[in-house]
């Protein structure tokens, strides 16, 4: 066990419907990142929380909305989905924003929109 | 613009070698470097760093060399073990970029007996 809590671990859902993806950071850490991995490619950044601001964003389609409470956890929304976004998503957390420690990953919620 | 590469998909090392997996990127503004070693059905683990002032970095069985006039990093592991079969992702963190990390696809490592 990481520390870091995604929830659901599954989810299977028709395209043009709108999902949440939760995630609880491990105690103490107040970033929180979003990583999507689809098959065969490696991690792409969606983007960064810290201490409930947003910090950075990456390709994150304008369908995909993030936020992060007062408690530190952090909810995806994905809406209007489809068949391409079937992936991997990925939560992680770290203390700050310093890198050379690296992130603590989630295990993950594995998407399947049919 | 993939700017973090790993070009072997795969690797297939026997128990007991050294295991050298391989990273090229391109953005001559990326500062830190890390690898990270992810298993079936779990997320990726944290494994080394290393600075882009620095040219090596080792942490018990795992050795990180980064050679930044090649733009190339590679991560040793001596000895191999069965427990290393895993997939290794390359990631790259560029300054004033709070931390964002951009992954390679990642090369997967089957040590045999």
């Known amino acids: 066990d990481s520390g870091v809590t995604q929830t659901p671990k599954h989810l299977i859902t028709a395209t043009g419907q709108r999902v949440t993806l939760r995630c609880s950071p491990r105690?103490?850490?107040?970033?929180v990142y979003w990583y999507q991995q689809s098959l065969d490619q490696g991690l792409q950044f969606l983007i960064q929380y810290y201490n409930g601001e947003e910090r950075a964003k990456g390709n994150i389609l304008e369908r995909f909305s993030a936020q992060q409470f007062p408690d530190l956890h952090s909810e995806l929304n994905l809406s209007s989905l489809e068949l391409g976004d079937s992936a991997l998503y990925f939560c992680a957390s770290s203390p700050g924003t310093d890198p050379r420690y690296g992130y603590t990953f989630g295990s993950g919620t594995r998407l399947t929109v049919v | 613009d993939q700017q973090v590469k790993q070009n072997s998909p795969s690797l297939s090392v026997q128990e007991g070698r050294i295991s050298i997996l391989n990273c090229d990127y391109t953005n001559s503004m990326f500062d830190y470097f890390l690898w990270y070693k992810k298993y079936p059905a779990e997320g990726p683990t944290f494994l080394i760093s290393?600075?882009?002032?620095?040219d090596k970095n080792e942490d018990g069985r795992f050795t990180v060399f980064l050679n930044k006039s090649a733009k190339h990093l590679s991560l040793h592991i001596v000895p191999s073990q069965p427990g290393d079969s895993a997939v290794y992702f390359c990631a790259a963190s560029a300054a004033g970029t709070a931390s964002k990390l951009t992954f390679g696809t990642g090369t997967r490592l089957q040590v045999t007996l």
């Open positions: 290393i600075s882009s002032i620095k």
């Open positions: 105690s103490g850490d107040l970033s």
